[in-house]
Protein backbone atom coordinates (compact mmCIF):
# COMPACT_ATOMS: atom_id res chain seq x y z
CA UNK A 1 0.00 0.00 0.00
CA UNK A 2 1.47 2.97 -1.18
CA UNK A 3 2.22 6.07 1.71
CA UNK A 4 0.12 8.88 2.05
CA UNK A 5 0.65 12.17 4.20
CA UNK A 6 -1.29 15.11 4.91
CA UNK A 7 0.65 18.22 5.88
CA UNK A 8 -1.06 21.09 7.58
CA UNK A 9 0.11 24.30 7.90
CA UNK A 10 -1.84 27.15 10.07
CA UNK A 11 0.06 30.31 9.14
CA UNK A 12 -1.72 32.52 11.09
CA UNK A 13 -2.31 30.63 13.99
CA UNK A 14 -0.69 32.82 16.96
CA UNK A 15 -3.20 36.02 15.52
CA UNK A 16 -5.91 33.43 14.99
CA UNK A 17 -5.83 31.70 18.58
CA UNK A 18 -6.38 34.86 20.41
CA UNK A 19 -8.88 36.63 18.14
CA UNK A 20 -10.92 33.04 18.96
CA UNK A 21 -11.21 34.15 22.29
CA UNK A 22 -11.36 37.57 22.60
CA UNK A 23 -13.46 40.26 19.96
CA UNK A 24 -10.99 42.71 18.36
CA UNK A 25 -11.95 44.84 15.74
CA UNK A 26 -9.90 46.56 12.84
CA UNK A 27 -5.55 45.82 12.33
CA UNK A 28 -4.58 43.38 14.86
CA UNK A 29 -0.54 42.06 14.86
CA UNK A 30 0.90 39.42 17.43
CA UNK A 31 4.23 41.06 18.40
CA UNK A 32 7.69 39.76 19.65
CA UNK A 33 10.38 41.13 20.74
CA UNK A 34 13.59 40.30 18.24
CA UNK A 35 16.69 41.89 18.35
CA UNK A 36 16.16 44.01 21.09
CA UNK A 37 13.38 45.44 18.93
CA UNK A 38 9.29 44.70 19.26
CA UNK A 39 8.34 43.23 15.53
CA UNK A 40 5.39 41.90 13.97
CA UNK A 41 5.36 38.27 13.60
CA UNK A 42 1.65 37.99 13.04
CA UNK A 43 -1.52 39.83 11.82
CA UNK A 44 -5.26 39.95 10.47
CA UNK A 45 -6.33 40.32 7.18
CA UNK A 46 -6.87 44.20 8.17
CA UNK A 47 -3.76 44.32 9.35
CA UNK A 48 -2.41 43.13 5.53
CA UNK A 49 -4.48 45.53 3.94
CA UNK A 50 -3.24 48.18 5.17
CA UNK A 51 0.16 47.81 4.16
CA UNK A 52 1.65 45.82 7.35
CA UNK A 53 4.04 42.73 6.97
CA UNK A 54 5.81 40.44 8.89
CA UNK A 55 8.87 41.49 10.28
CA UNK A 56 8.15 44.98 10.33
CA UNK A 57 9.10 46.77 13.25
CA UNK A 58 6.12 47.75 15.47
CA UNK A 59 7.22 51.80 15.62
CA UNK A 60 6.97 52.08 11.80
CA UNK A 61 3.84 49.79 11.86
CA UNK A 62 2.24 52.18 13.97
CA UNK A 63 3.14 55.36 11.46
CA UNK A 64 1.44 53.22 8.49
CA UNK A 65 -1.58 52.23 10.92
CA UNK A 66 -2.40 54.31 14.15
CA UNK A 67 -4.93 52.23 15.07
CA UNK A 68 -2.95 49.00 15.09
CA UNK A 69 -3.98 46.66 17.98
CA UNK A 70 -1.23 44.53 19.60
CA UNK A 71 -0.74 41.73 22.24
CA UNK A 72 2.47 39.92 22.69
CA UNK A 73 3.49 36.86 21.56
CA UNK A 74 2.90 33.85 24.10
CA UNK A 75 4.63 31.01 22.58
CA UNK A 76 3.44 28.73 25.76
CA UNK A 77 -0.30 29.35 24.92
CA UNK A 78 0.51 28.74 21.51
CA UNK A 79 1.77 25.66 21.94
CA UNK A 80 -0.85 24.18 24.14
CA UNK A 81 -2.89 25.21 21.30
CA UNK A 82 -1.06 23.28 19.08
CA UNK A 83 -1.32 20.31 21.27
CA UNK A 84 -5.54 20.58 21.27
CA UNK A 85 -5.25 20.72 17.20
CA UNK A 86 -3.31 17.45 17.05
CA UNK A 87 -5.14 15.26 19.26
CA UNK A 88 -8.57 17.04 17.57
CA UNK A 89 -6.66 15.64 13.57
CA UNK A 90 -6.57 12.09 15.46
CA UNK A 91 -10.05 11.89 14.22
CA UNK A 92 -8.84 11.22 11.25
CA UNK A 93 -5.84 9.05 11.40
CA UNK A 94 -3.91 7.56 14.56
CA UNK A 95 -0.81 8.78 13.47
CA UNK A 96 -0.27 12.57 13.96
CA UNK A 97 3.00 14.23 14.54
CA UNK A 98 4.08 18.12 14.81
CA UNK A 99 5.26 19.88 11.97
CA UNK A 100 7.57 23.25 13.59
CA UNK A 101 5.43 25.51 15.62
CA UNK A 102 2.58 26.03 13.07
CA UNK A 103 2.12 22.70 11.58
CA UNK A 104 0.56 18.89 11.78
CA UNK A 105 1.69 16.25 9.94
CA UNK A 106 -0.95 13.03 9.33
CA UNK A 107 -0.29 9.42 7.81
CA UNK A 108 -3.61 8.73 6.05
CA UNK A 109 -2.14 5.49 5.21
CA UNK A 110 -5.33 3.13 4.78
CA UNK A 111 -7.38 5.60 6.67
CA UNK A 112 -8.59 7.86 3.93
CA UNK A 113 -11.67 5.22 2.50
CA UNK A 114 -13.17 5.59 5.78
CA UNK A 115 -14.27 9.33 5.28
CA UNK A 116 -15.17 8.72 1.50
CA UNK A 117 -11.67 9.24 0.09
CA UNK A 118 -8.92 12.06 -0.06
CA UNK A 119 -11.13 14.61 -1.56
CA UNK A 120 -14.00 14.25 1.27
CA UNK A 121 -11.33 14.03 3.76
CA UNK A 122 -9.64 17.15 2.50
CA UNK A 123 -13.12 18.70 2.50
CA UNK A 124 -13.85 17.94 5.63
CA UNK A 125 -10.66 19.12 7.25
CA UNK A 126 -11.29 22.39 5.68
CA UNK A 127 -14.55 22.53 6.72
CA UNK A 128 -14.47 22.09 10.18
CA UNK A 129 -11.60 24.25 10.69
CA UNK A 130 -13.20 27.39 8.98
CA UNK A 131 -15.76 26.95 11.26
CA UNK A 132 -13.79 27.46 14.14
CA UNK A 133 -11.92 30.20 12.86
CA UNK A 134 -9.02 29.37 11.84
CA UNK A 135 -6.67 29.59 8.33
CA UNK A 136 -5.28 26.23 7.32
CA UNK A 137 -3.04 25.13 3.82
CA UNK A 138 -3.19 21.79 3.27
CA UNK A 139 -1.13 19.62 0.82
CA UNK A 140 -1.54 15.64 0.66
CA UNK A 141 0.97 13.40 -1.07
CA UNK A 142 3.19 10.44 -1.26
CA UNK A 143 6.22 11.76 1.20
CA UNK A 144 6.27 14.47 3.56
CA UNK A 145 8.52 16.68 1.55
CA UNK A 146 5.84 16.84 -1.04
CA UNK A 147 3.17 16.99 1.05
CA UNK A 148 4.57 20.27 3.03
CA UNK A 149 6.09 21.72 -0.17
CA UNK A 150 2.00 21.55 -1.55
CA UNK A 151 0.98 22.71 1.88
CA UNK A 152 3.30 25.64 2.14
CA UNK A 153 3.37 26.53 -2.12
CA UNK A 154 0.86 25.07 -3.88
CA UNK A 155 -2.25 23.67 -2.00
CA UNK A 156 -3.41 20.75 -3.62
CA UNK A 157 -3.43 16.74 -3.99
CA UNK A 158 -0.27 14.60 -5.77
CA UNK A 159 -1.71 11.56 -7.46
CA UNK A 160 0.12 8.64 -5.93
CA UNK A 161 3.56 7.85 -7.78
CA UNK A 162 3.24 11.24 -9.87
CA UNK A 163 4.52 13.32 -7.38
CA UNK A 164 7.25 14.70 -9.44
CA UNK A 165 4.66 16.42 -11.83
CA UNK A 166 2.97 17.60 -8.56
CA UNK A 167 5.84 19.83 -7.13
CA UNK A 168 7.76 20.67 -10.34
CA UNK A 169 6.41 23.59 -11.08
CA UNK A 170 6.79 24.90 -7.50
CA UNK A 171 9.87 27.27 -6.14
CA UNK A 172 12.85 25.40 -5.27
CA UNK A 173 12.26 26.65 -1.18
CA UNK A 174 9.51 24.10 -0.95
CA UNK A 175 12.40 21.37 -0.52
CA UNK A 176 12.79 22.78 2.91
CA UNK A 177 16.57 23.39 1.57
CA UNK A 178 18.57 26.36 3.94
CA UNK A 179 18.06 30.16 2.95
CA UNK A 180 21.61 30.41 1.69
CA UNK A 181 21.51 27.33 -0.84
CA UNK A 182 17.83 28.83 -1.81
CA UNK A 183 19.44 32.05 -3.02
CA UNK A 184 22.60 30.61 -4.62
CA UNK A 185 20.34 28.35 -6.66
CA UNK A 186 18.16 31.54 -7.70
CA UNK A 187 21.10 33.24 -8.78
CA UNK A 188 22.00 30.35 -11.21
CA UNK A 189 18.89 30.15 -13.28
CA UNK A 190 17.22 27.72 -11.30
CA UNK A 191 14.30 28.72 -9.63
CA UNK A 192 11.33 25.54 -9.86
CA UNK A 193 12.01 21.82 -8.40
CA UNK A 194 11.80 20.45 -12.12
CA UNK A 195 14.92 22.52 -13.04
CA UNK A 196 16.64 21.14 -10.11
CA UNK A 197 15.59 17.70 -10.97
CA UNK A 198 16.55 18.14 -14.46
CA UNK A 199 20.30 18.91 -13.56
CA UNK A 200 22.85 16.05 -13.21
CA UNK A 201 23.29 14.54 -9.97
CA UNK A 202 26.77 14.75 -10.09
CA UNK A 203 27.09 18.56 -10.71
CA UNK A 204 24.62 19.08 -8.22
CA UNK A 205 26.35 16.75 -5.56
CA UNK A 206 29.97 18.39 -5.98
CA UNK A 207 28.50 21.97 -6.47
CA UNK A 208 25.95 21.88 -3.22
CA UNK A 209 26.82 19.08 -0.95
CA UNK A 210 24.91 16.20 -0.28
CA UNK A 211 22.03 18.48 1.24
CA UNK A 212 20.18 19.77 -1.37
CA UNK A 213 20.24 15.91 -3.44
CA UNK A 214 18.96 14.59 -0.22
CA UNK A 215 15.90 17.20 0.25
CA UNK A 216 14.67 16.64 -3.55
CA UNK A 217 15.03 12.87 -3.03
CA UNK A 218 12.79 12.94 0.12
CA UNK A 219 10.37 14.57 -1.36
CA UNK A 220 10.60 12.46 -4.55
CA UNK A 221 10.32 9.45 -2.42
CA UNK A 222 13.74 8.11 -3.44
CA UNK A 223 14.97 8.66 -0.42
CA UNK A 224 12.96 7.40 3.16
CA UNK A 225 11.99 10.02 5.89
CA UNK A 226 10.76 8.87 8.69
CA UNK A 227 7.34 10.47 9.98
CA UNK A 228 7.15 10.47 14.08
CA UNK A 229 4.06 10.87 15.39
CA UNK A 230 3.09 12.52 19.11
CA UNK A 231 3.25 9.76 21.79
CA UNK A 232 0.22 10.09 23.96
CA UNK A 233 0.26 11.93 27.34
CA UNK A 234 -0.06 9.82 29.81
CA UNK A 235 -2.81 10.20 31.98
CA UNK A 236 -3.28 9.73 35.88
CA UNK A 237 -6.75 8.73 37.29
CA UNK A 238 -7.93 5.79 39.11
CA UNK A 239 -11.14 4.38 39.97
CA UNK A 240 -13.14 2.15 43.25
CA UNK A 241 -16.72 1.18 42.34
CA UNK A 242 -17.89 -0.40 45.37
CA UNK A 243 -20.00 -3.09 45.54
CA UNK A 244 -22.17 -1.58 48.57
CA UNK A 245 -22.73 2.01 49.34
CA UNK A 246 -20.70 4.02 51.67
CA UNK A 247 -21.29 6.94 53.79
CA UNK A 248 -18.40 7.27 56.61
CA UNK A 249 -15.27 9.17 56.33
CA UNK A 250 -13.21 6.64 57.30
CA UNK A 251 -14.39 4.45 54.84
CA UNK A 252 -14.19 6.82 52.18
CA UNK A 253 -10.35 7.69 53.57
CA UNK A 254 -9.88 4.14 52.80
CA UNK A 255 -10.82 3.83 49.27
CA UNK A 256 -8.51 7.29 48.97
CA UNK A 257 -5.68 4.98 49.74
CA UNK A 258 -6.51 2.12 47.49
CA UNK A 259 -6.68 4.61 44.73
CA UNK A 260 -3.29 6.84 45.74
CA UNK A 261 -0.65 3.82 45.57
CA UNK A 262 -1.82 2.87 41.84
CA UNK A 263 -1.68 6.22 41.16
CA UNK A 264 1.69 7.37 42.73
CA UNK A 265 3.52 4.40 41.10
CA UNK A 266 2.54 5.77 37.80
CA UNK A 267 3.70 8.95 39.13
CA UNK A 268 7.12 7.63 39.89
CA UNK A 269 7.48 5.78 36.61
CA UNK A 270 7.26 8.58 34.78
CA UNK A 271 9.50 10.48 36.89
CA UNK A 272 6.67 13.70 37.57
CA UNK A 273 4.82 14.59 40.50
CA UNK A 274 1.43 15.52 41.45
CA UNK A 275 0.61 19.58 42.78
CA UNK A 276 -3.15 19.13 42.03
CA UNK A 277 -5.23 16.61 43.07
CA UNK A 278 -9.07 16.02 42.39
CA UNK A 279 -11.53 13.44 44.20
CA UNK A 280 -14.71 12.47 43.11
CA UNK A 281 -17.11 10.89 44.60
CA UNK A 282 -20.48 9.83 42.90
CA UNK A 283 -23.69 9.17 45.28
CA UNK A 284 -26.20 6.56 44.48
CA UNK A 285 -28.79 9.45 44.34
CA UNK A 286 -26.48 10.88 41.07
CA UNK A 287 -24.58 13.98 42.92
CA UNK A 288 -21.66 14.04 42.99
CA UNK A 289 -19.51 15.81 45.85
CA UNK A 290 -15.43 17.05 44.56
CA UNK A 291 -12.75 17.16 46.95
CA UNK A 292 -10.08 19.14 45.27
CA UNK A 293 -6.50 18.86 46.79
CA UNK A 294 -3.92 21.54 45.77
CA UNK A 295 -0.07 21.12 47.16
CA UNK A 296 2.59 23.06 48.16
CA UNK A 297 5.14 20.92 46.68
CA UNK A 298 4.94 18.41 43.87
CA UNK A 299 4.90 15.09 45.15
CA UNK A 300 4.22 11.30 44.60
CA UNK A 301 4.58 9.49 48.15
CA UNK A 302 1.39 8.16 49.28
CA UNK A 303 1.96 8.23 52.75
CA UNK A 304 2.21 12.41 52.52
CA UNK A 305 -0.53 13.03 50.45
CA UNK A 306 -3.27 10.71 52.36
CA UNK A 307 -3.33 12.22 55.55
CA UNK A 308 -4.08 15.61 53.82
CA UNK A 309 -7.60 14.82 52.52
CA UNK A 310 -8.81 14.10 56.00
CA UNK A 311 -10.13 17.60 55.79
CA UNK A 312 -11.64 17.75 52.73
CA UNK A 313 -13.11 14.36 52.72
CA UNK A 314 -14.59 14.79 56.64
CA UNK A 315 -16.75 17.59 54.43
CA UNK A 316 -18.19 15.31 52.24
CA UNK A 317 -22.56 14.78 52.21
CA UNK A 318 -22.60 11.42 51.06
CA UNK A 319 -26.29 11.34 51.38
CA UNK A 320 -27.97 7.88 50.86
CA UNK A 321 -24.49 6.80 50.22
CA UNK A 322 -21.27 6.85 47.90
CA UNK A 323 -21.03 3.78 45.29
CA UNK A 324 -18.14 5.14 42.99
CA UNK A 325 -14.96 7.09 44.11
CA UNK A 326 -12.29 8.53 41.05
CA UNK A 327 -8.92 9.88 41.52
CA UNK A 328 -7.18 12.47 39.02
CA UNK A 329 -4.13 14.30 39.15
CA UNK A 330 -5.83 17.74 37.83
CA UNK A 331 -1.51 19.04 37.50
CA UNK A 332 1.14 17.31 37.24
CA UNK A 333 5.14 18.24 37.02
CA UNK A 334 8.52 17.04 36.46
CA UNK A 335 10.01 15.18 39.85
CA UNK A 336 13.19 13.76 38.94
CA UNK A 337 14.74 11.21 41.36
CA UNK A 338 17.38 12.99 43.62
CA UNK A 339 20.06 11.40 45.39
CA UNK A 340 19.92 11.68 49.26
CA UNK A 341 22.58 11.32 52.09
CA UNK A 342 22.58 11.32 55.61
CA UNK A 343 23.50 15.27 55.91
CA UNK A 344 20.67 15.94 53.66
CA UNK A 345 17.83 13.57 55.39
CA UNK A 346 17.49 15.81 58.26
CA UNK A 347 16.95 18.80 55.86
CA UNK A 348 14.66 16.97 53.71
CA UNK A 349 12.42 15.83 56.77
CA UNK A 350 11.93 19.39 57.86
CA UNK A 351 10.99 20.68 54.37
CA UNK A 352 8.86 18.12 54.21
CA UNK A 353 6.88 19.14 57.21
CA UNK A 354 6.65 22.80 56.39
CA UNK A 355 5.61 22.18 53.38
CA UNK A 356 2.94 19.85 54.42
CA UNK A 357 1.83 23.10 57.06
CA UNK A 358 1.83 25.11 53.99
CA UNK A 359 -0.53 22.42 52.28
CA UNK A 360 -2.88 22.11 55.01
CA UNK A 361 -3.43 26.29 55.57
CA UNK A 362 -3.62 26.77 51.77
CA UNK A 363 -6.86 24.67 51.15
CA UNK A 364 -8.25 26.44 53.49
CA UNK A 365 -6.97 30.21 53.21
CA UNK A 366 -5.65 29.70 49.41
CA UNK A 367 -1.82 28.94 48.14
CA UNK A 368 -1.39 32.32 47.53
CA UNK A 369 -2.18 34.04 50.40
CA UNK A 370 0.65 32.11 52.41
CA UNK A 371 3.96 34.06 51.30
CA UNK A 372 7.54 34.71 51.78
CA UNK A 373 10.43 37.50 52.00
CA UNK A 374 13.07 37.07 49.15
CA UNK A 375 16.43 39.22 49.07
CA UNK A 376 16.30 41.31 46.10
CA UNK A 377 19.49 42.53 44.31
CA UNK A 378 19.06 46.26 45.77
CA UNK A 379 20.60 48.78 48.15
CA UNK A 380 17.04 51.10 48.58
CA UNK A 381 15.50 49.62 51.50
CA UNK A 382 12.01 49.62 49.83
CA UNK A 383 13.38 47.52 47.26
CA UNK A 384 15.80 45.32 49.12
CA UNK A 385 13.13 42.46 49.41
CA UNK A 386 10.28 41.13 47.34
CA UNK A 387 7.56 38.82 48.17
CA UNK A 388 6.22 35.97 46.74
CA UNK A 389 4.14 33.02 47.00
CA UNK A 390 5.76 30.60 49.23
CA UNK A 391 4.11 27.44 47.41
CA UNK A 392 5.97 28.55 44.05
CA UNK A 393 9.22 30.01 45.79
CA UNK A 394 12.27 28.75 47.05
CA UNK A 395 13.84 30.46 49.71
CA UNK A 396 17.56 31.49 48.96
CA UNK A 397 20.70 31.62 51.61
CA UNK A 398 21.06 34.02 53.50
CA UNK A 399 20.46 38.25 53.50
CA UNK A 400 23.65 40.07 52.40
CA UNK A 401 23.20 42.85 54.45
CA UNK A 402 26.40 45.48 55.56
CA UNK A 403 24.16 46.95 58.12
CA UNK A 404 21.16 45.35 59.98
CA UNK A 405 18.00 46.25 59.01
CA UNK A 406 14.55 47.16 61.35
CA UNK A 407 12.30 44.46 61.40
CA UNK A 408 9.20 46.73 60.72
CA UNK A 409 9.99 48.80 57.85
CA UNK A 410 7.03 51.76 56.88
CA UNK A 411 6.43 55.07 54.87
CA UNK A 412 8.96 57.67 56.31
CA UNK A 413 7.42 59.77 58.81
CA UNK A 414 7.91 63.05 59.40
CA UNK A 415 9.91 64.00 62.79
CA UNK A 416 9.93 67.26 64.76
CA UNK A 417 13.66 67.74 65.67
CA UNK A 418 16.45 70.31 65.13
CA UNK A 419 19.31 69.87 62.59
CA UNK A 420 22.04 68.93 64.20
CA UNK A 421 23.30 65.16 63.33
CA UNK A 422 22.29 63.44 65.78
CA UNK A 423 19.40 66.17 67.80
CA UNK A 424 19.37 64.98 71.06
CA UNK A 425 15.50 65.57 71.20
CA UNK A 426 12.96 65.17 68.41
CA UNK A 427 9.02 65.04 68.70
CA UNK A 428 7.35 61.97 66.62
CA UNK A 429 3.61 60.48 66.34
CA UNK A 430 2.62 63.46 69.13
CA UNK A 431 5.10 62.21 71.52
CA UNK A 432 8.78 63.28 72.71
CA UNK A 433 11.79 61.40 72.61
CA UNK A 434 15.35 61.50 74.26
CA UNK A 435 17.96 60.21 72.12
CA UNK A 436 20.18 57.88 74.67
CA UNK A 437 22.41 56.34 72.01
CA UNK A 438 23.14 56.34 68.41
CA UNK A 439 24.81 54.45 65.68
CA UNK A 440 26.04 55.72 62.16
CA UNK A 441 25.57 57.21 59.87
CA UNK A 442 25.13 55.07 56.31
CA UNK A 443 24.56 56.72 53.68
CA UNK A 444 22.50 55.43 50.63
CA UNK A 445 22.22 57.20 47.90
CA UNK A 446 19.22 56.94 44.77
CA UNK A 447 19.12 54.51 42.16
CA UNK A 448 18.99 57.16 39.35
CA UNK A 449 18.05 54.40 36.87
CA UNK A 450 14.27 54.18 38.95
CA UNK A 451 11.91 56.96 38.65
CA UNK A 452 10.85 56.60 42.33
CA UNK A 453 9.35 60.27 43.87
CA UNK A 454 10.61 59.26 47.46
CA UNK A 455 14.09 58.87 46.28
CA UNK A 456 14.64 61.54 43.81
CA UNK A 457 15.79 64.28 46.17
CA UNK A 458 18.95 63.26 46.76
CA UNK A 459 20.65 60.88 49.52
CA UNK A 460 19.92 59.56 52.98
CA UNK A 461 21.85 59.36 56.09
CA UNK A 462 20.43 56.64 58.19
CA UNK A 463 21.30 56.39 62.13
CA UNK A 464 20.28 53.74 64.30
CA UNK A 465 18.86 55.59 67.64
CA UNK A 466 17.83 54.20 70.92
CA UNK A 467 15.98 56.38 73.21
CA UNK A 468 15.88 57.02 76.71
CA UNK A 469 11.83 55.99 76.34
CA UNK A 470 12.71 52.30 75.41
CA UNK A 471 12.32 52.65 71.63
CA UNK A 472 14.69 51.71 68.55
CA UNK A 473 14.21 53.56 65.32
CA UNK A 474 15.73 53.85 62.39
CA UNK A 475 16.15 57.13 61.55
CA UNK A 476 17.45 59.34 58.49
CA UNK A 477 18.08 62.79 57.65
CA UNK A 478 18.38 64.61 54.37
CA UNK A 479 21.53 67.07 54.04
CA UNK A 480 20.27 68.62 50.83
CA UNK A 481 16.73 69.60 52.67
CA UNK A 482 17.68 69.51 56.06
CA UNK A 483 15.22 67.13 57.85
CA UNK A 484 14.14 64.16 60.29
CA UNK A 485 12.18 60.92 59.47
CA UNK A 486 11.59 58.07 60.98
CA UNK A 487 11.55 54.83 58.95
CA UNK A 488 11.52 51.92 60.47
CA UNK A 489 11.80 50.14 64.05
CA UNK A 490 14.05 47.70 65.69
CA UNK A 491 12.55 45.01 68.04
Known amino acids: MMKR ?12 RILRTKHIEGPFAVIAQIKNADRLICLNEMAQERGLRRGMGLADARSFCPQLKTELHNAQADQL ?3 RLLRWAKRYCPWVGKDGVDGLILDITGSAHLLGGEVALL ?11 LTVCVGIGDTLGAAWALAHFGQGCADTSDTLSAIQRLPIACLRITTKEDTTLQRLGIKTVGQLAALPRATVGQRFGASVLMRLDQALGRQAE ?29 GVERLLYPLCKKLTDNMSGVRVLSLSCRRIDGGDQTVELRLARPLRDPTRILPLFERGVGEIDSGFGIDQLRLVAVQV ?8 TQATQGKSRHDDGLHDLITRLGNRIGLENIQRFLPADSHIPERSFMIAPAAWSEPTGAWVTWNPRPIRLFQPEYVAAATTVPP ?3 KWRGMSFQIGRTTGPERIAPEWWFDDENWRHGVRDYWKVETREGHRLWMFYTPQNPSWFVHGMFA
Open 424 to 426: KRF
Open 226 to 254: SISPEANAPTYSTRLTLPEPIGLAKDVMA
Open 333 to 340: EALPVEQT
Open 81 to 83: FQD
Open 123 to 133: SDIRMRLARSK
Open 5 to 16: IVSLWFPNLPSE
